[in-house]
């Protein structure tokens, strides 16, 4: 190459650097701000796993906190699993060079999965409901009003499918609830963002990625392969997550089968029409649903806070 074409490719590599960042915020500002997830004081735990998630999360909450007309705290959380060959080092030194407050809790829940669960058998739940407990505890300990957690909108369609296929629910991972033990409220920042955004994030930061050894191998977890069925539909068919997640967004409880959030057996004729009534015969059932507001993230967040 010569100086001319090694020029034009750092530009154009800056700019899709910029249109990614701009993008990545403008997700996580309009998450934020769709379901109210930080105030002002609030002191967010970040749960930090060393996993291009939940550090993609912290850099971009880092970012965001710069530059956002409400002030709130983070704080970073590791919970070192004592998984064999973990490099424990690696996180505490990444956050104290770049000057955030953090906690490693130190819980060998590696020898509890393994003790418990049969080999061959996926380890994904028990280990889930052990870091939970211990998370939910440290949180009370740190003040932590809320708790940021790093799944994205992938995620949350996996676990649709997931609940779907093989639980026979329709649910899915919300953006904001409150925890199990009902003493805190759980955030998803990154609900909105896509999972290949934030590969392309962590390259480009260079974040000190720590592979999950302890499950990371099970190549034949279902989530796994529910997970390569949605990459493989969504290079076939552009924007099919995004419509997953927007489906969501816009529940018809009329038109689908739950007894509880419809009453289908006191259904009676109003004698008015309705003209989001019944679509049987529609030739075309499945329109979009309206657009969504176009939605600017931080003004957005804080006329939110001072309407309360």
């Given at each position: 190459m010569n100086a001319g074409t090694d020029a034009a490719a750092a530009r154009k590599?800056?700019?899709?650097?910029?249109?990614?960042?701009k993008r990545l915020y403008r997700e996580l500002g309009r998450a934020i701000a769709d379901f109210r997830m930080i105030e002002p004081g609030d002191k967010v735990m970040v749960c930090l796993s060393g996993g291009k998630d939940s550090h993609a999360l912290l850099d971009l909450l880092l970012g965001l906190r710069a530059r956002a007309p409400v002030p709130f705290e983070l704080v970073a959380v590791n919970l070192d699993q004592k998984q064999p060959g973990f490099p424990a080092h690696v996180l505490p030194e990444y956050l104290a060079g770049r000057g955030v407050p953090f906690?490693?809790?130190?819980?060998?829940?590696?020898a509890i999965v393994k003790r418990l669960v049969p080999e061959g058998q996926t380890m994904c739940s028990l280990c889930s409901r052990l870091r939970r407990g211990i998370l939910y505890r440290v949180a009370s300990e740190l003040g932590a009003t809320k708790i940021a957690l790093g799944h994205h909108r992938d995620d949350i369609v996996v676990t649709l499918l997931m609940n779907m296929f093989f639980g026979g629910r329709l649910k899915a991972m919300p953006p904001k609830l409150v925890s199990d033990d009902g003493r805190h409220?759980?955030?998803?920042?990154?609900?909105?963002?896509?999972?290949?955004?934030?590969?392309?994030?962590?390259?480009?930061?260079?974040?000190?990625?720590?592979?999950c050894s302890l499950c990371g191998s099970q190549d034949n977890l279902q989530r796994v392969q529910v997970k390569k069925m949605l990459r493989e539909w969504e290079r076939q068919y552009p924007g099919r997550s995004d419509n997953m997640l927007r489906a969501l967004a816009h529940a018809v409880p009329s038109h689908l089968m739950d007894r509880n959030l419809y009453p289908f057996a006191t259904l009676k004729p109003t004698g008015v029409p309705d003209a989001m009534g019944d679509i049987a015969f529609d030739e075309e059932p499945c329109a979009p649903p309206p657009a969504a507001e176009a939605v600017v993230a931080l003004p957005t967040a804080q006329r939110g806070t001072d309407e309360e």
């Open positions: 590599a800056a700019f899709e650097a910029n249109k990614l960042a906690h490693i809790e130190n819980q060998d829940t590696y409220v759980v955030i998803r920042p990154l609900a909105y963002v896509a999972e290949t955004d934030l590969e392309r994030w962590a390259a480009q930061r260079a974040f000190p990625i720590i592979p």
